[in-house]
């Protein structure tokens, strides 16, 4: 049986396994293998408040005899969640939080308080720049949910921190909630100078602003170390990858990746 990997993020819990080449199952997700991408399975993606997750883990969870997480939420739901799971009894749970981190693989001034998310992250795109596009500098990470980050680990493997902007959802949100006459919008950018419709200022100015800050964070980031290779992930990673202005690769599994080759599974 795989290992559970689990990603809880803000707004969705991941849950993925991986099947390592010697076990001959083909791609699991044809899309990561073309990328080069390794064999990653989805086996659920579900808001915390849904219904969903419950039922995976007072059933399907049961499967596991080694289960591996990363939170970036106050895990007493999760907490609450495993204790009353259906785990097997000599179930192996190992939570990767901030005792991973040492001034070895981590430069940041406040460690303590950094998102486990954004590490991992990271190492899995520094780990997949290496194995399959021979790189050798650093790489840029980009974790589209809830809130959007734009971090930077260096070819040794020690993040170094980045930008925390708000997410897509947020921004539009954000417009939404603040002002009687706008409205949520369909996530679509339009590409005229100057919006004729209500409809189309609000994206513009929501989903094009997203996208402008994005592109002068990772400018500038790229000035320091041109040398760098651009990772996406995460809910909103493809309308980044359509609309950048640098090239991106787009892998859903990074997190999961950084977990993976962390523990040396
Ligand atoms: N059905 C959906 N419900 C909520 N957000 C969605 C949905 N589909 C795409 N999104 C976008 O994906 C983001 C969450 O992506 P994800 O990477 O899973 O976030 P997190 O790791 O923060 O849970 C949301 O902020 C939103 O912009
Ligand atoms: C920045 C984040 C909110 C991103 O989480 P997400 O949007 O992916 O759920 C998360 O990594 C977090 O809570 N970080 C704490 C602050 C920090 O990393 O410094
Ligand atoms: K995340």
Not at 53 to 75: A, D, H, K, P, W
Not at 169 to 189: K, Q
Not at 242 to 265: A, C, Q, W
Request: contains cysteine; charged residues 20%.
């Amino acid at each position: 049986m795989p290992t559970l990997f689990i990603d809880a993020g803000n707004t969705f819990v991941k849950m993925a396994e991986y099947y390592p080449p010697e076990t001959g199952i083909g791609a699991v997700d044809p899309d990561n293998a073309a990328r080069g991408g390794s064999n990653w399975n989805l086996v659920g993606r579900f808001r915390w408040e849904q219904q969903e997750l419950e039922v995976f883990f007072s059933g399907e969870i049961g499967r596991y005899t080694r289960i591996v997480l990363v939170s970036v939420r106050n895990n007493s739901r999760l907490a609450t969640l495993l204790r009353d799971g259906n785990l097997q009894k000599n179930a192996a749970v190992t939570v990767l939080d901030h005792s991973v981190l040492s001034k070895h693989n981590c430069s940041y001034k406040t460690p303590k308080t950094l998102g486990m998310d954004r590490f991992f992250a990271c190492a899995g795109a520094l780990n997949l720049s290496r194995q399959y596009g021979r790189h050798s500098g650093g790489v840029l990470v980009t974790d589209a949910g809830t809130a959007c980050t734009i971090d930077f680990m260096n070819e040794s493997g020690v993040f170094a921190g980045g930008v925390i902007m708000p997410g897509l959802r947020m921004m539009s949100d954000t417009i939404n909630s603040g002002a009687e006459n706008l409205f949520e919008t369909r996530l679509h950018l339009p590409d005229a100078a100057i919006p004729d419709t209500t409809e189309k200022a609000i994206q513009t100015g929501t989903y094009g602003s997203f996208i402008h800050a994005w592109n002068a964070h990772v400018e500038k980031i790229l000035n320091h170390y041109p040398q760098t290779l651009i990772w996406v992930t995460g809910g909103d990673a493809g309308f980044i990858r359509d609309h950048s202005s640098f090239k991106v690769t787009h892998n859903p599994y990074l997190v999961f990746e950084g977990m993976r080759i962390y523990l040396g599974k």
